[in-house]
């Protein structure tokens, strides 16, 4: 291994729930690698030599927003850490961002299939300033879901466009920017200053594509991530080891990008 590791996007899921969570997805022919609870992806980093994990949980739910962020603190402690999650139609945007913030959260999740909301749409500028005021940032899943039919509720275009109107806003776009619609990547975000994370991409795009992207953006605004349980952690891990970049590149990659977000020196 070249250096240390951070898997930067991982779902697991209170031991009440994890059954469930895992089952909603066996008929996606998604396979599953873990049990969905931390104890299994803790087994599972072991396995691959990861040292450290994010744990991405969703508000599903304004209602559930509260449930959601006491089990993300209480589930912070390392080497599994957590990001909040705040739901679109919050009621109260700049509060719940601050109980968050005062939660010892550094980010926020979001999923414009499972949230059901438009990234683009300007009602949602209130979210985006709460996360820029208490110092928060976004990860969104980006793309293509399929769990969900297309088209999907975000896409490059409208990811560039979200940055342009919040050039402060820090923020992370999950599978390489948008899943399945990489030419657009190419075409729109490629060289913005935010953050691409690697998860359920590995191994599953056309690997120069993946090169040229890495390569073009920076390997200072990429992430390693899994996505783990849908993907093996190793296995994601021993394809990124294989690809052909350099080391800085690789350790920027695999662990310095990930502890300069979090403020976390492991
Ligand atoms: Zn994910």
Redesign the pocket.
């Known amino acids: 291994m070249p250096c240390k590791v951070f898997d930067f996007?991982v779902?697991c899921y209170p031991e009440k729930v994890a059954e469930k969570a895992i089952q909603a997805v066996g008929p996606l022919g998604l396979h599953t690698y873990f049990n969905g609870t931390v104890a299994g992806l803790l087994q599972s980093m072991r396995e691959a030599g990861i040292i450290g994990s994010l744990n991405?949980p969703l508000a599903n739910t304004p209602e559930n927003t509260r449930g959601v962020n006491a089990w993300a603190a209480a589930n912070n402690t390392g080497p599994v850490y957590s990001l909040g999650s705040i739901h679109p139609d919050d009621p109260h945007p700049a509060q719940t961002l601050g109980w968050i913030r005062s939660l010892g959260l550094k980010g926020v999740k979001m999923h414009p299939e499972y949230q059901r909301f438009k990234i683009g749409k300007l009602q949602y500028d209130p979210i985006w300033k709460g996360c820029v005021e208490h110092g928060l940032f976004v990860l969104t899943?980006a793309g293509r879901d399929i769990a969900f039919p297309p088209p999907p509720n975000s896409d490059p275009a409208s990811i560039a466009a979200l940055h342009r109107r919040h050039p402060n806003l820090k923020l992370v776009v999950?599978h390489m920017g948008s899943w399945g619609m990489w030419q657009e990547v190419e075409e729109h975000l490629i060289g913005l200053p935010l953050y691409l994370d690697l998860?359920?991409t590995l191994g599953l795009m056309d690997r120069d594509q993946l090169l040229r992207i890495i390569r073009k953006h920076g390997a200072e605004r990429v992430l390693f991530g899994t996505?783990a349980p849908?993907q093996s952690q190793k296995e994601a891990l021993d394809y990124f080891l294989q690809l052909p970049l350099n080391d800085r590149e690789k350790e920027l990659i695999l662990y310095r990008n990930a502890a300069g977000l979090l403020g976390l020196e492991f």
């Open positions: 996007h779902h991405l899943h999950a998860a359920f996505d849908w």
